[in-house]
């Protein structure tokens, strides 16, 4: 009986020990009290300046360098928001760590697209409130009892601008492609008031030309980011498209093929020459003869989707898909405030799209 009772003090004593050695560990370990923005507002928007009153932060700094852990892996200080690790966001500028102060800009940074993506997915104007924290990269956030950040995403002043470039820009394609030749086929113009047709590879240009650059100068003036505003999907919509535009320019320029001579009948002595025939002259004012039609515009409609054989499925096929990933890469660009990444599938089905329109057109 006494020797259970002396097992039971001993175990209550050794855990009433280690609560306190954990306790007095909490107390000295580094934990977030406090924030407070450069502007002077209550809430934080994209390019501002907060700084984190950080308990202890001499002992984080010791972590990152690996001060006391000589084989370990150093890291960087970064900024935490609502969980995520926001990597490459380090403190600017590097503060005294006796200071207790840590400051960081609220900038995109490549390494930290997907984080930011999700944080500003789904944007209004008004302000979400998100924890922040700090700690190592790519490890986890130090406690933090600051109250949570509010983050406006969609500034009314910025967004206003942003929407005006916008609109800009595609008032004045609208306006090239009415009072110019942008949008037509090369070649000889028509008598006027007939203007030459409309071009399926100039109009598709023109469409992921708005749609990107629209984009750009929406996500930069909001965001306040515009270095990391294209990606490898811009690159590629807007190759593509570049190439149909070259491709079905060279062949709109291949000359007519001669005319075949018709050949007379077998004589026994072997091939039988050419048989001419003489032609009234033409009359005045008439096209002479074997002279190649010049195209008339019809409508926009009409002559994006019609070649020499009418309204065709080629064409229809590539206006529908390239209006349908135009309209897809807009949602997506307003509901992360990101450039959006297509899988190659979708931008391989772009690219057959346009080899197709251009076989067909080379066959014509």
Known sequence: MLRSALSISAAIALSLAWNSISWAEDLNS???TSWTLSSGKAFAVLGDQVQLKVEHLTDLVDQASCKDAPNCEKRQIVLYLDGDALHGLTA????????GTLSFRLLRTRESEPEWSRILSQPDFQPRLMSISVGLDNKWAVPSDAPQLPLLVL???KTLLGATLVFLTIAAMVALAWKTELLRDSGVSPTLPARRPFSLARTQMAWWFVIILGSYWFLGTVTGDFESGFNSTALVLMGISGVTLAGSAVIDQKPPSPATPVLGKPTAFGVASPQYKLRKPAPLGAAPAGAIPVAQSQSWWLDILSDADGISIHRFQM??????LGIVFVLKVYGSL???EFNQALLALTGISAGTYLGV???Q
């Open 30 to 32: 580094p934990r977030v």
């Open 92 to 99: 600017t500028p590097p503060s005294d760590p006796s200071s």
């Open 155 to 157: 500034p009314p002043g």
């Open 319 to 324: 206006l529908v898909w390239t209006v349908t």
């Open 338 to 340: 990101s450039m959006p």
């Open 361 to 363: 057109k080379i066959a």
